[in-house]
């Protein structure tokens, strides 16, 4: 499943109900759909922050792992946005999340922008209790 939306900040809340409704139907368990969420909610919003045009979400669901990739179509280089933050400790702790989170995060860069792929382990995948794959 894809979705491409603009790089900002509008297009984070699409993105993570769709992931929501993608992984729903897919019968993961909530707190499945809880992280994945948040996984796409911490990439994208880094999308929205640093990326320039466009940003596409792909979902696949393996048999042995959900694939989560988030692409930016910014090239190598500067933000897009750039801001004074006036709480520092708020931010930057969006990777640290994702790979805490994720069984493996893999970042790509090249001048076509940024790709992050990451591996997650549904619970579900375990028991063999995933009805439909994608």
């Known amino acids: ?11 984070v809340p699409v993105f993570r109900h769709f ?16 992280s994945i969420a948040l996984i796409v909610s911490e990439l994208t919003g880094n999308t929205a922050q640093y990326g320039h045009v466009t940003t596409t979400l792909t979902l696949q ?4 792992a959900l694939r ?7 090239g190598i280089g500067q933000p897009r946005h750039q801001r004074v933050d006036d709480f520092p400790a708020e931010h930057g702790r969006g990777m640290g999340i994702v790979e805490h989170l994720a ?3 893999e970042v790509h860069q090249n001048h076509n ?6 591996s997650f382990q549904s619970h579900a995948h375990g028991r063999g209790s995933v009805a439909n794959r994608g």
């Open 103 to 105: 069984q493996r995060v």
């Open 61 to 64: 669901n393996d048999q042995d």
């Open 68 to 74: 989560i990739e988030v692409a930016d179509s910014g």
């Open 1 to 11: 499943m894809v979705l491409v939306l603009p790089s900002q900040g509008t297009s």
């Open 113 to 118: 922008g940024r790709t992050v792929r990451v």
């Open 19 to 34: 992931a929501r409704v993608v992984v729903g139907d897919w019968g993961l368990l909530e707190q499945d759909q809880d």
